[in-house]
């Protein structure tokens, strides 16, 4: 006879679970772990069972072996909701984050109003370096719950991680913003407002309005961070420009013309120059677009871009930059991991100078290649010190004769900062004398270093 059939039998099984549930509200996790196999194993209500046994065989510890029941309901019921979010959650708890991630996803697909696990899927997506799409959940919980305050928090944390502190001051920076302006208008009036243009590195869409408040009609408009790229959008849309602005969130190097630009660019912009001018990769960029983007007779802006210097004396800065004694010991060696840089911020930052400003390197940003380069050359100081490096900042040839320069005398407040290199170390200058430098690039960094470094 099939004992399954039988009043018996299900009365048996029935006896087993309740005396397991038992057992599991009493915390008797190894007890009730023995009664659910054994309901399991009279074939009872399996999908009401296996929750029960993974959430006590979880209790007791043993991950896998929940994961493994949790498998075993979704073997039977592949979408079952609560089966996937506490298989997810037990994964994340073993740093299984692909598995888990791909739980959440199905789950989230399930029941995209379940904010619970949303958040997991948040959390589990910006634990897993994806940022971008971690801040995208984040705001669908917070939809859902507009009052939870760690989905916003954890919004605002990844959204800074992600957007460097300088670009609001960048955006406030008038002198920066009037300059770029003034030059978009010049090329606009040359080529006209149907010219297609293309600005490579959209931030908060702010050169591209410029074009299209001068009348541009044919706008493409790229930037490598998706979240930059999706609240730019926003912005160009509540501002009007929508239709002449077409936001890519790509890098300028993954756009292809005829698929993202509909013909080579009569009008480059782009304003990617870091403080210490190289940083943000403007050379590879503005070769790339060179070659693929733009036509053979483009204006490009900026055009140049030079990296202007000081020799400089300071306290503040020579403690950031060298150390020799710290409480009574000798940590001089400690000098060769010093930073080879240091942002400084003119009104907050003593320093003084020993020596007239020169040149440290100059760009061609027209060229279609750049090679790295190194220079000798003498600087005379003018005043006796003790030089702790060169405050550096930028000369940018933006079009014709508009130049725009955060000169260290005249500009302490913009989005731009100056930059100590820092000498290996400090260096006692004479007043009359000359210090021998090695200058130039490598393409990616800027080169300030004393000749003979090596050997001092
Ligand atoms: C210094 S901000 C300037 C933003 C805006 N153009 C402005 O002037 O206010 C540079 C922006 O370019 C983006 N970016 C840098 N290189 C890029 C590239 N090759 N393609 C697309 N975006 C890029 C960065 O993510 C950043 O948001």
New binding site residues.
């Given amino acids: 006879m099939n004992k399954q059939a039988t009043g018996e039998h299900v009365n048996s099984a029935r006896l087993s679970l309740e005396r397991a549930m038992q057992l599991h509200v009493d915390g008797h996790w190894e007890c009730a772990e023995q009664h659910y196999l054994q309901v399991l194993l009279e074939d009872y209500r399996s999908t009401d069972v296996l929750p029960l046994l993974a959430s006590v065989v979880a209790k007791r510890g043993d991950i896998d072996l929940a994961v493994h029941y949790w498998d075993r309901l979704l073997s039977i019921q592949p979408f079952h909701l609560n089966a996937l979010a506490a298989k997810g959650g037990l994964l994340y708890k073993t740093g299984r984050l692909t598995e888990a991630l791909s739980c959440f996803e199905i789950a989230t697909g399930l029941a995209p109003d379940d904010a619970l696990i949303r958040n997991n899927l948040a959390v589990a997506l910006a634990d897993s370096g994806r940022k971008d799409e971690a801040i995208i959940e984040f705001g669908h919980v917070l939809r859902l719950q507009p009052d939870n305050v760690n989905a916003y928090h954890q919004m605002r944390r990844l959204s800074s991680a992600i957007v460097p502190f300088w670009?609001i001051p960048?955006?406030n920076d008038t002198r920066r913003n009037d300059c770029?302006e003034r030059a978009i208008r010049r090329a606009l009036a040359t080529r006209g407002s149907s010219a297609q243009i293309l600005?490579?590195?959209?931030?908060?869409g702010?050169?591209s309005m410029m074009a299209a408040r001068e009348g541009a009609t044919n706008i493409v408009s790229?930037?490598?961070?998706p979240t930059?790229a999706r609240v730019a959008q926003e912005i160009v849309a509540e501002n009007g420009y929508g239709e002449q602005i077409k936001v890519i969130g790509?890098?300028?190097?993954a756009l292809s013309v005829g698929r993202d630009i509909p013909a080579k660019a009569d009008i480059m912009i782009?304003?990617?120059?870091s403080s210490d001018l190289l940083a943000?990769?403007v050379l590879s960029?503005f070769e790339d677009a060179r070659r693929r983007l733009i036509a053979e007779d483009a204006i490009v802006i900026p055009k140049a871009a030079s990296a202007m210097g000081c020799l400089v004396a300071s306290e503040t800065l020579a403690a950031y930059s060298h150390v020799r004694m710290a409480s009574g010991f000798n940590v001089a060696r400690f000098n060769s991991l010093a930073p080879l840089r240091l942002p400084i911020h003119g009104t907050m930052t003593e320093w003084s100078r020993l020596s007239n400003d020169f040149e440290i390197a100059s760009l061609d940003l027209t060229s279609a290649a750049h090679e790295p380069e190194l220079r000798a050359v003498s600087i005379p100081v003018i005043t006796s010190g003790t030089a702790v490096g060169v405050v550096q900042w930028m000369q940018v040839d933006l079009i014709d004769d508009i130049v725009f320069t955060n000169h260290p005398d005249g500009y302490h407040d913009g989005g731009w900062l100056q930059v100590l290199h820092v000498l290996p170390k400090p260096m006692p200058v004479e007043a009359g004398s000359v210090v021998d430098f090695l200058l130039g690039h490598d393409r990616s960094t800027l080169i300030v270093l004393p000749a003979g470094f090596a050997t001092s």
């Fill in positions: 670009h960048m955006m770029f600005d490579i590195g959209t931030g908060s702010l050169l790229c930037e490598t961070v930059i790509k890098s300028s190097t782009s304003e990617i120059l943000e990769d960029t």
